[in-house]
């Protein structure tokens, strides 16, 4: 118990729930009903069938098997009936045999005047019911003594020998081989497999799991063990069908292979409650208004006879515990491993959700709350960059035509009107895309020494102008307002035009 304490703590509570009665174990409270089962903890199925009416006679059809589920003392009955019977019968035909001919009289005379060679009877020293008997168990038992035999002038009587070997060899073979196969039954071997009286609920590897333990009281393995679960719970379909006993699969590891056992020391099974469970939406509060039974089937081969055995068990509501986990009882001892058998029922209080899984899937894919708004300079600043970037290409298509020859200028000259007029409703919108504070005046001021529709160049610098008070009402942070130190461009400054700054190809071409 200090190696416990050491290993779970101090404050654990080892909790025996062995309800055997006496040892300090807990029991039920009296006041409480008894909980009807479907399946006993011993694994016995509490079903009865009844009303049957006609269809009682396939039991009969089915006689061996129907010998070999009979309980032991009908079995015993059955077989000494049946040889009495048997015996008696057969003796009788002897004896019948014996009257008809005449035997008994004269051999009763000989028995006691002395034996006269000179007649012969169907069976000798034959002369009552009695001695017929030991005649026809002499025969049957094969011992043979001598004194009464079977003679050869009677051929009802070597009919009748031959009748009662082979009646007497098919009710060896189905007594005695159904006392065999009630002798060498494998359920016995069930009484050795261990289930622990009680299930935990508890949280293994970060999942909620329903688990139990099984056990094997025998050095003898069980070959190809497998486990399997069924719920058992009354429920109603979306039609308005009620089903009373319907079974649902519990899966314990089919895809990992964790149902296969290798039952050498005491394993504990483990179901995980996820989405696809029956259990998925089972709190500790739900728990106590749950009515269901869960049922535990255990098959394997006996390594000893090779026969296929079958233990069952079940748990019911009340005997599932919420936030506890079962006390180790493998421990290592001078080189071997040592199973302690009185901790196999116990179990120990952990901390453990109350709530549900689905409950906790629900709370997970909750929203998480909004981050907290950044302040006004930071989205100033971003609301800039975002919109020098946008501008990128709206500046570059209008100052596009200020680096065309005046031929294609010429040509284009009709649409920069519209040009113009895009770029001041661009300004203008509600979203304030202004542009990059370095190249925008330059871009500005190309667009606006570009001549109107009547040659001059101030309509479009006028129109510029307005643009960029328009730009310095909505943003007075950008570059372009007259507050700015360096609001006016060096090329708007110095009153140049912008063919002066083209290459000299392309001058010559705009003489």
Request: hydrophobic share 35%; aromatic share 8%; glycine share 8%.
């Amino acid at each position: 118990m200090a190696a416990l304490r050491r290993k779970f703590g101090e404050d654990y509570q080892v909790v025996n729930t062995n309800r055997a009665g006496g040892g300090g174990g807990f029991s039920v409270p009296a006041a409480k009903k008894k909980r009807q089962r479907f399946v006993e903890k011993n694994g016995r199925c509490n079903v009865q069938h009844g009303n049957l009416g006609g269809e009682t006679s396939r039991y009969l059809s089915d006689l061996f098997t129907t010998l070999v589920d009979l309980k032991w003392r009908w079995n015993l009955l059955i077989f000494i009936l049946t040889y009495t019977v048997a015996w008696l019968v057969m003796a009788s035909m002897w004896w019948v045999i014996a009257f008809i001919r005449g035997d008994l009289q004269e051999q009763q005379q000989q028995h006691h005047a002395g034996r006269d060679a000179s007649y012969t009877p169907c069976v000798a020293n034959v002369y009552n019911f009695p001695s017929a008997f030991l005649f026809f168990i002499e025969t049957e038992a094969t011992i043979g003594y001598g004194y009464r035999y079977i003679t050869e002038k009677c051929p009802e009587g070597i009919i009748l020998f031959l009748f009662q070997s082979l009646l007497g060899s098919i009710v060896d073979a189905f007594l005695i081989g159904c006392m065999f196969i009630k002798m060498s039954q494998p359920k016995k071997r069930a009484e050795t497999l261990m289930f622990s009286q009680d299930a935990v609920v508890s949280q293994r590897d970060g999942r909620l799991c329903l688990m139990f333990r099984v056990g094997n009281l025998r050095n003898s393995h069980m070959v190809s063990a497998q486990i399997r679960c069924k719920l058992i719970k009354s429920r109603q379909t979306p039609e308005g069908e009620f089903l009373p006993l319907d079974q649902r699969e519990l899966d314990v590891g089919f895809g990992t292979g964790a149902d296969q056992l290798f039952l050498v020391s005491p394993l504990t099974i483990c179901h995980e409650i996820n989405p696809k469970s029956p259990f998925f939406d089972l709190s500790q509060r739900s728990l106590t208004n749950e009515q269901f039974e869960i049922v535990v089937i255990l098959e394997g081969i006996v390594e000893t006879t090779g026969m296929t055995c079958q233990a069952r068990t079940s748990y019911t509501e009340d005997e599932v515990l919420w936030g506890h986990r079962f006390l180790p009882v493998m421990s290592l001892e001078e080189g071997f491993f040592r199973v302690d058998y009185s901790q196999f029922h116990s179990t120990f209080e952990v901390p453990t959700p109350p709530y549900s899984v689905k409950e906790h899937e629900e709370k997970n894919s909750l929203p998480s709350p909004a981050s907290t708004p950044a302040p006004a300079e930071s989205r100033g600043a971003r609301r800039d960059r975002l919109f020098s970037v946008d501008c990128i290409s709206a500046a570059a298509a209008a100052t596009a035509g200020a680096r065309l020859p005046s031929k294609l200028q010429r040509i284009s000259s009709s649409g920069k009107e519209d040009l113009q007029r895009k770029v001041l409703m661009l300004s203008s919108q509600r979203s304030e895309k202004a542009c990059s504070t370095g190249d925008l005046p330059l871009k500005l001021q190309r667009l606006g020494s570009s001549p109107g529709p009547d040659g001059s160049p101030e309509a479009g610098s006028e129109a510029v102008s307005q643009s960029v008070g328009d730009l310095c009402q909505r943003s007075p942070m950008s570059t372009l307002c007259p507050t700015q130190p360096h609001a006016r461009s060096p090329l708007l400054s110095a009153g140049g035009r912008p063919q002066d700054n083209l290459p000299a190809k392309l001058r010559k071409m705009n003489r």
